[in-house]
């Protein structure tokens, strides 16, 4: 893909701590399609619950999952945005001393232009920080706005790429 297609997106506030930008060529590893957006986040404050997991899915010989908060994780500043999260999942089935240093990128599908809204990172995951990722990936407004295309019939798309850079699967020998 040409860097052409790659296009800046400024928060509301103009600020850029979370690099967004547009792509056109669709993710690999994996689709997190929400049919009921509205219904989830209310199933969600009815039950108190903060955010809502993916199915488990395998990209560089690891087992992951996706965290929403369609709420935002306030705890983290992201009261007023959808925040998103990569999970290391079975962790606990890992080796003592596992980590492994990944490049991931998180995608929000803008059903209308047909593209796909990145915010992407490179991250240390371990015991003790096995999620990463954004707590103000796309603010409330930009979602529920009707001709930003990202809720479109209540359906929300999010998808995944993840790669890893190095791996160490035991400390101890």
């Not at 404050?45 to 369609?70: G, M, R, T």
């Amino acid at each position: 893909m040409e860097e052409k297609s790659w296009h800046p997106v400024p928060s509301d506030n103009g600020n850029f701590e979370v690099a967004r930008l547009l792509r056109e060529i669709p993710p690999a590893h994996y689709t997190f399609k929400i049919k009921s957006f509205s219904l989830l986040s209310q199933l969600l404050l009815d039950a108190k619950q903060k955010n809502f997991e993916s199915s488990v899915f395998e990209a560089s010989d690891f087992k992951w999952k996706l965290s929403l908060y369609p709420h935002g994780d306030k705890e983290r500043n992201g009261e007023g945005h959808i925040s998103l999260y990569l999970v290391i999942a079975d962790r606990h089935n890992l080796p003592l001393g596992w980590e492994v240093n990944v490049n991931f990128k998180l995608f929000v599908f803008d059903q209308i232009q047909d593209k796909y809204m990145t915010v992407q990172g490179t991250n240390c995951f371990s015991a003790p920080s096995y999620s990463w990722g954004w707590s103000s990936v796309l603010s409330l407004t930009d979602l529920h706005d009707a001709s930003k295309g990202f809720l479109v019939d209540n359906s929300l798309i999010i998808e995944a790429n993840v790669s890893a850079i190095s791996t160490v699967k035991n400390f101890s020998k």
